[in-house]
Structure formats: structure tokens, C-alpha cells
Nanobody, 127 residues
Framework: QVQLVESGGGSVQDGGSLRLSCVVFGYSYIPYCMGWFRQAPGKEREGVAVIDSEGSTRYADSVKGRFTISKDNFKNILYLQMNSLKPEDTAMYYC?????????????????????WGQGTQVTVSS
């Protein structure tokens, strides 16, 4: 059974940093695409960043240059380093995984492409 467990969320000031972690249990398939998504109250879930088994990454325009996605393949942990955080980054952050590569989807990625999700970790950025 595949299970994703996020951690690392918290409350920070505007301009602060956080690193989110997502431990992946029971998923060792190739190919894969793993990503971070977020959902603020009253808004739809949106993609933040993804990484696939070919090493390709994609970022939402709103986080480019501030966030970095990475994966420790030995430990099977997905990370999201978030720097220069802004109040508009406040949301519940989720990790997700599915068996495709970005090249298969023409580089596109959306929440509906992913079938397995974690429970989320809250990030709050205050001004």
C-alpha cells in the first residue's frame, strides 16, 4: 500500500524559509512523477513543483526562483525547499505521486494527473 507522509510545515514571517518533506512508503515504480501542490481556503488546489524519474522538474510561475524540489532516491523522500516566502504562499501543501513522466504529458501537470496523495502540511506566512 502506497502512503505519503508530509512534514515540515509551520508558521514563518514574510521572507522566511521552510523545507517540506514527503516520505514515500511502498512506491518504487519507474517511471514516476512526484509533486507538491497547495490549496488555500476557498481556492482550488494548484501545482507548485514536480519532479519525475527522468530528473525533469517543473515549477509554477509564482514560485520560480524561490522554491526548489528535490528527491532523495535512497531514502525515498521528496523535498520542497521554500525561500523568500510570501503571505500568498499560505496554504495546505500536499505531495502526490503517479506513474508517468513529464515528457509523456508534453510537460504539463495538474492535480488530476495524480492518484496518490498525502494528508497535507500547513504553511502559514505572516506579513
Amino acid at each position: 500500500q502506497v502512503q505519503l507522509v508530509e512534514s515540515g510545515g509551520g508558521s514563518v514571517q514574510d521572507g522566511g524559509s521552510l523545507r517540506l518533506s514527503c516520505v514515500v512508503f511502498g512506491y518504487s515504480y519507474i517511471p514516476y512523477c512526484m509533486g507538491w501542490f497547495r490549496q488555500a481556503p476557498g481556492k482550488e488546489r494548484e501545482g507548485v513543483a514536480v519532479i519525475d524519474s527522468e530528473g525533469s522538474t517543473r515549477y509554477a510561475d509564482s514560485v520560480k526562483g524561490r522554491f526548489t524540489i528535490s528527491k532523495d532516491n535512497f531514502k525515498n523522500i521528496l523535498y520542497l525547499q521554500m525561500n523568500s516566502l510570501k503571505p500568498e504562499d499560505t496554504a495546505m501543501y500536499y505531495c502526490a505521486v503517479d506513474s508517468f513522466t513529464l515528457s509523456e504529458y508534453g510537460g504539463s501537470w495538474s492535480p488530476g494527473d495524480f492518484g496518490t496523495w498525502g494528508q497535507g502540511t500547513q504553511v502559514t506566512v505572516s506579513s
